[in-house]
């Protein structure tokens, strides 16, 4: 039997370097377990002209030619060399594959693929990993952009097929599209107990090798204005100038990672020279792909997790601070407010850095208060967000497609 899934990018540095899997990861390795062949098709990291094709873990990984992708965009290459290679390999490969478990490419691929998918009567997981939400738009260009993306996953919509969603917000977002029978919620999940079994002297290093102070506030997301970073060094700040003894204090940790120029942009205008501008060297640590160990260390290590982003689908990152036990400052979107319910195991309030400023202020005041967030949400975590009760969750989708006992 043949487990085929679809991605937009696979790379095994990333892989190894996460605390917890992403999504598109584990289901490829439950089914190799379950005895099926795997093939992965993902875009490849560099223009070429040729597909290549290797094995990984017993997974057999076949990656097409594409270009880079800038601000999130197509260009003529990246449609020519992927589309192409999708359309001969995914036709070829429907005369033997049992499964297909799909993620979310651009919307011209998916329409591809889905029409592919559905004249051979192939079953058929769809996971949506981003929200085209049209309301958080008041371009009128990018709200009809977004509400076309959502009409386009009809082309999808067979009898074989299941669009897999992360959360409420997004199966009702898309309710609107598809018929809601064929909508499936399953969240990420993570293994609840990665932070136990801590080395002390390995927690007093990370302390000393990034030069964290009583008091640290951690940040882990890919380094980009949806994302938000820009808005705590500006909360940073604010708190410095209510209370200027906490300069001595207080760590903002951000850590992510930069892939394009756009990031590197970001990264040195809104994030380096606000640093400078504030003169808060000693306050703001950036931190660029930082070793898997040290990640999870800077967790341990960390007293309040913030996250100001735009918009989110299913951030793992608030999955692995509330397994680490810390209270989350985010922005009161949907999606965060779901996973994160508000005065529970987080703080949720404007993307504005006065908003920040103040949670942040809140937490640092009552000790109390930060350990009760942060107790509640292990508990979640451990409840709602296990791995392996998400795996089981996953197979008996797949069992219900392959029609299996």
Known sequence: MLFVEITEWWDEYIIKKQLSPHFFYYPAKMMLEKGFDVIILSKGAKLSKVPFAYNYEGLRIIKFPATFRINQSMNVDFINHFTKYLIKYLTRMCRECTLVHMHSLLFIENIIAFLILRKYKIPLVFTSHYIHWPELY??????LGSHLINKCLKFGEYELSRFHVFTRFQANLYARYINSE???????????????????????????????KELNILCV????????????????????????????????????????KQQRDYLYENIIQRIAKYDLYNVVKVIIDPPREDLLYLYLSSDIFALPSKIE??????????????????????????IAPNNEVSLLCERKAQAFADRILELIWNEKL????????????????????????????????????
Not at 313 to 338: F, K
């Open 370 to 405: 930060r350990k009760k967030l942060g107790q509640k949400g292990r508990e979640r975590v451990h409840r709602e967000y296990n791995l392996n009760a998400v795996k089981n969750k996953l197979w008996n989708l797949y069992r219900e497609l392959l029609k299996l006992e």
């Open 138 to 143: 008041t371009n009128i260009v990018k709200k």
């Open 221 to 260: 997301a890919n380094f980009m204005e949806l994302k938000g970073q820009h808005i705590l060094i500006d909360a940073l700040k604010l708190i410095v100038e209510k209370a200027p003894h906490l300069k001595n204090r207080l760590s903002l940790v951000l850590v992510g990672r930069v892939f394009t």
């Open 182 to 212: 064929n909508l499936v919620i399953i969240p990420h999940g993570i293994d609840p107990n990665i932070f136990k079994n801590q080395n002390e002297d390995y927690l007093e290093k990370i302390r000393d090798k990034y030069n964290l």
């Open 313 to 338: 689908a299913m951030p793992l990152v608030l999955l692995e601070a509330m397994a680490a036990g810390l209270p989350i400052i985010a922005t009161n979107i949907p999606p965060i407010s779901e």
